[in-house]
């Protein structure tokens, strides 16, 4: 059950103010009595009621009388001062993520090779979005046949976005795709990922022919292969993630000369 005190009063200001509704205005005396706040307790109480702006006083009666503001007035008072607490929060913890980013922040060898793989549909996910966060200077798109990335719904909006986070970065976005995949696209992903990032300077898709399965090149030390499920060619099996410069560069150079003779896409 909802409470006062879920919106940060405590349980004897709860009850003031509850009472307060009942009894309109009225004295601290009359208020502890009705309240069951004790008499020691009650001033500190209202006091602290008149700073959340919940309570208005009467400071000419003698003795002096408290009056509750409207319910919705004070849930609203509560309300905004929640949200201002969250705010601050939020802030304190950014500056936190911030700092921490830095002092975190290694160089990783460019010789270093590793691998790992994810196994499912949101593993998969998961992974290619964390290493397309990642990406610090280029990410190069490789797609021969229909994949996740290219379906309707929550993932391929997932990628675009971690696309277009990675382009505010600077980083550049390079898509090649076959005619025939192309083709496939219904209209609404092809406003995802040409209409929503073709006017971006660093962003460019191509077409060509001849090309299976699909994969991601990052910062060409790096790349993500896509295993197609064999009885779901639309759903991804696994993502395999491997950091081998000299595997990349050899993807690199298989790249180029097709990007060089693909033709710009048009839509």
């Known amino acids: 059950m909802a409470s006062l005190r879920d919106l940060g009063l405590s349980e004897y200001e709860s009850r003031a103010y509850r009472s307060l509704l009942r009894t309109g205005p009225t004295t601290a005396k009359e208020l502890s009595r009705v309240s069951e706040v004790p008499m020691g307790r009650v001033y500190d109480v209202l006091n602290s009621l008149e ?37 601050e929060k939020a802030a304190q913890y950014q500056s936190v993520v911030d700092e921490l980013e830095e002092e975190l922040e290694v160089v990783e060898p460019v010789e270093g090779q590793f691998w790992t793989a994810a196994v499912g549909p949101d593993e998969t996910l998961d992974l290619l979005l964390e290493r397309l966060s990642a990406a610090d200077e280029r990410v190069v798109l490789v797609a021969g046949v229909p994949t996740t990335q290219f379906d309707l719904g929550e993932v391929g909006d997932l990628v675009t976005e971690e696309l277009e986070s990675a382009l505010d970065r600077g980083v550049r976005v390079s898509v090649l795709m076959t005619p025939s995949l192309v083709e496939t696209l219904p209209p609404s992903v092809g406003e995802r990922y040409v209409s929503r990032l073709a006017d971006h300077p660093k962003f460019d898709v191509r077409t060509a022919e001849g090309m299976q399965g699909a994969f991601y090149l990052i910062d060409e030390v790096e790349v993500c292969i896509e295993v197609p499920n064999p009885l779901e060619t639309h759903q991804a099996l696994a993502m395999i993630d491997l950091k081998d410069p000299e595997f990349a560069a050899d993807i690199r150079d298989v790249f180029v000369p097709r990007w060089e003779q693909a033709q710009p896409l048009t839509l």
Request: cysteine-free; proline content about 5%.
């Open 51 to 87: 700073q959340y702006n919940l309570v208005r006083s009467q400071a000419a009666s003698r003795p002096k009388k408290y009056v509750a503001v409207e319910p919705s007035t004070a849930l609203d008072r509560l309300l905004a001062d929640k949200q201002r607490e969250l705010e």
